[in-house]
């Protein structure tokens, strides 16, 4: 209820918040700093020792969904519509943060999710900008120096330093500032929400009747985004490899396709990233529960192929 709640605060109150949204990268650069507190060089480097899964799940997050979104966008608004450059910047936006929750909660590898996140939103200076370039061009009036100096300042920079004062303080950063680093940069990502949503308030008339039309279109980019991460898992035959892929390949870091998308494009631009706001979570609940009744008839296939065979035997 809170991130609704956010959304609908910074729409109706608009006009009086409207003056804050030059915070939103400060606000997101401490977000990035608190990744980087809980995390350690030597996870990142665990999950490096099995590097095809992560390249796969890197490709499938960075270059099969965007193509998705794009050909998806273009099919229900036209090519040349904001909302497409909408769909792909959700899309090339890093993995989200809460995909790390979602892993430990649902038997994931935590090791592996937190290598993703972390070279994720490392190389989205690249990724970003270079991906808008190469799909849209000319189409879109874009500042691609400006929004790879941003990444730079608000996730790689503040990422880095959270990893290292907790590799130089040897985890003891984590043990004490973590708890404390965590609640805040939950208010600060409630506050990116509203404020964002404040910034995109005034443009609302712009919509029409678009949003009927826009809300399903990005549910099925979500659900699009955990199949393809599960299936691009399947090779290696692993429940925990397809719950952490899958997590990771269908959560976004919404907060920053915001930031990227009010600062950078059309406020229309920006509105199917907020519109995921609503649907990620709720999304990644529902996945859950799929994912354990698909692993679960899995599980009892071959514990029934088991007993066949030692009755046999």
């Known amino acids: 209820m809170l991130t609704p709640g956010a959304l609908l605060l910074g729409f109706l109150c608009s006009d009086a918040l409207i003056g804050g949204v030059p915070l939103v990268p400060w606000m997101f650069a401490y977000i990035t700093f608190a990744m980087g507190l809980g995390i350690r060089a030597r996870e990142v480097k665990l999950a490096f020792t099995r590097p095809l899964p992560m390249l796969a799940a890197i490709a499938v997050a960075h ?41 430990g909660v649902s038997g994931g590898l935590p090791a592996a999710i937190t290598a993703l996140v972390t070279v994720s939103s490392l190389v989205s200076p690249l990724i970003v900008p270079f991906g808008l370039d190469l799909m849209f061009g000319a189409a879109i009036e874009m500042d691609t120096r400006g929004i790879m100096l941003d990444l730079l300042l608000i996730v790689v920079l503040p990422t880095a330093a959270g990893i290292a004062l907790n590799e130089a303080s040897r985890g003891r950063a984590t043990a004490v500032l973590q708890p404390g680093a965590a609640f805040m940069s939950k208010l600060a990502f409630l506050a990116v929400i509203t404020l964002n949503a404040a910034a995109i308030g005034p443009h609302i008339h712009l919509l029409g009747g678009a949003i009927p039309a826009l809300i399903p279109a990005v549910v099925a980019l979500v659900a699009i985004g955990y199949a393809a991460g599960y299936a691009v898992s399947l090779p290696w035959r692993s429940a925990e490899l397809t719950t952490t892929l899958a997590y990771g390949c269908g959560i976004r870091n919404i907060s920053l396709g915001i930031v990227i998308g009010l600062g950078y494009l059309r406020p229309e631009a920006a509105v199917p990233v907020v519109l995921s706001i609503l649907i990620q979570q709720p999304g990644a609940a529902l996945f859950r529960s799929l994912l354990r009744r698909i692993q679960g008839r899995g599980a009892g296939r071959r514990l029934s192929g088991e007993v066949t065979i030692e009755r046999e035997g």
């Open 63 to 103: 270059v099969f969904m965007p193509l998705a979104a794009w050909g998806a966008g273009s099919a229900l608004f036209g090519a040349e519509s904001p909302y497409v450059v909408g769909f792909v910047l959700l899309m090339l936006s890093p993995l989200g943060i809460s995909s790390l929750m979602w892993v």
